[in-house]
Structure formats: C-alpha cells, structure tokens
C-alpha cells in the first residue's frame, strides 16, 4: 500500500493556483479515506482536508476553507488538492495519507494515519 505525490507542487506567485496530485497504490480511494496535511518551516505538521468515500463528503481546515479543494478520480485512483488565493502562508510541504481504520470524522478528532506520501513542497512567493 502507498501513496506517492504527483506533479503540482513548486513555485506559485501569492493569489495564484496549483493543484496536487496524490496516486494511490494498494486500495482504493474509492473506498478508504485520504487526507491532507502540510508542514511549513519551522511549525507542527497540520490536517488540512479530507475526502471521504461516503459520498465523498469533504472536509477543510479553517485556514484554507473557501480557497482550497479536494477531489478524487476513482477511476484514476488519484486524490487533488486545489488551491486557490494562495498566499506566503500557504509554503510548507504538503502530504497525502490514509489509513485502514481512522477516516475523516477521526482524522478530525486528531487520530494519527499509517500510510503516508512522500510530501511535495508548496512554495509562495513572487
């Protein structure tokens, strides 16, 4: 089971946009929740959204409700990150993950996640 980081990441200009990309390998978005986190310099690891397989509800940090979005392509057995208004604040490394028991109700309550991607850097900036 993995999750590897797709193209997307690098250097955006502040109110610009760039889409993650997340591969799954060994389940399948379609039924096991997947989650974003990031990390910026110099600061503790934060959940930023959630896509659940029940209908794919969605879930988003305050930080970046409004601006940033989540979506899977099951077909594809991909999970996206787009984010929008990106600002200086936004640059950390951003990761995917998942896991067989905790899904997103408990990934919100602050449950920790077995499988986890590699992480891509985010970078804001002009």
């Known amino acids: 089971l993995m999750l590897a980081a797709g193209v997307g990441g690098g250097l955006v200009q502040p109110g610009g946009s760039l889409r993650l990309s997340c591969a799954a390998s060994?389940?399948?978005?379609?039924?096991?929740?997947v989650a974003w986190f990031r990390q910026a310099p110099g600061k503790e690891r934060e959940w930023v959204s959630c896509?659940?397989?029940?209908?794919?509800?969605?879930y988003y940090a305050d930080s970046v409700k409004g601006r940033f979005a989540i979506s899977r392509d099951v077909a594809k057995n991909m999970v996206y990150l787009r984010m929008n208004s990106l600002t200086p604040e936004d640059t950390a490394v951003y990761y995917c993950?998942?896991?067989?028991?905790?899904?997103?109700?408990?990934?919100?309550?602050?449950?920790?996640?077995?499988?986890w991607g590699e992480g891509t850097l985010v970078t804001v900036s002009s």
């Open positions: 993950a998942t896991d067989k028991v905790v899904a997103c109700p408990g990934v919100l309550r602050g449950f920790e996640l077995d499988y």
């Open positions: 060994g389940f399948t978005v379609e039924r096991w929740d």
């Open positions: 896509i659940s397989n029940v209908e794919g509800l969605t």
